[in-house]
Every structure is written in structure tokens, then in C-alpha cells.
């Protein structure tokens, strides 16, 4: 799945102050193809771009459901 296809994560806290008074204007792709939010803290005033939270998540259900397809291939190839 490309980051396109992905879902799309708000940030949930500043990265300056921890606060979870943000504000997010838009989500764009970055000059390196990756999703980023356009993102400003009204508490300390820090503004910035944030890549996506809980992509691990996403990248730990995908690593799973990979590792299922191999072990039934073996399975299969060891089983005819």
C-alpha cells in the first residue's frame, strides 16, 4: 500500500510541548513523497510539519499478515 492509499493520521500532540492544543491546516505529501500535516500549536506557538502518527501500527499489521502468507506457503509446499 502507498502512502497515498494510507490512512491518514492526525498528529495528536506538539513535538515542543506535548500539548494537544493543534491545530492541523492540511495534509500534503512532502518533497520526499511521504504524507505530512502542516500543523500549528496554539498553546506555545510552534509551527511545523509532523508526519503521521500510529504508522507503526499500520507497518506492524502488514508485517503480520506477510509473515501468515509465508508460513501457508511453506506449509503448503511442505504438505503438496
Not at 8 to 25: D, M, W
Amino acid at each position: 500500500m502507498s502512502d497515498k492509499e494510507r490512512p491518514k493520521h492526525p498528529p495528536k500532540h506538539c513535538p515542543n510541548c506535548g500539548s494537544e492544543n493543534i491545530n492541523y491546516i492540511e495534509c500534503f505529501t512532502n518533497f520526499r513523497g511521504n504524507i505530512a500535516w502542516d500543523t500549528y500549536c496554539k498553546d506555545c506557538e510552534w509551527s511545523g510539519d509532523i508526519s503521521p502518527d500510529s504508522d507503526l501500527d499500520y507497518y506492524r499489521v502488514e508485517a503480520q499478515e506477510t509473515f501468515e502468507e509465508i508460513q501457508k506457503a511453506e506449509e503448503e509446499q511442505t504438505h503438496g
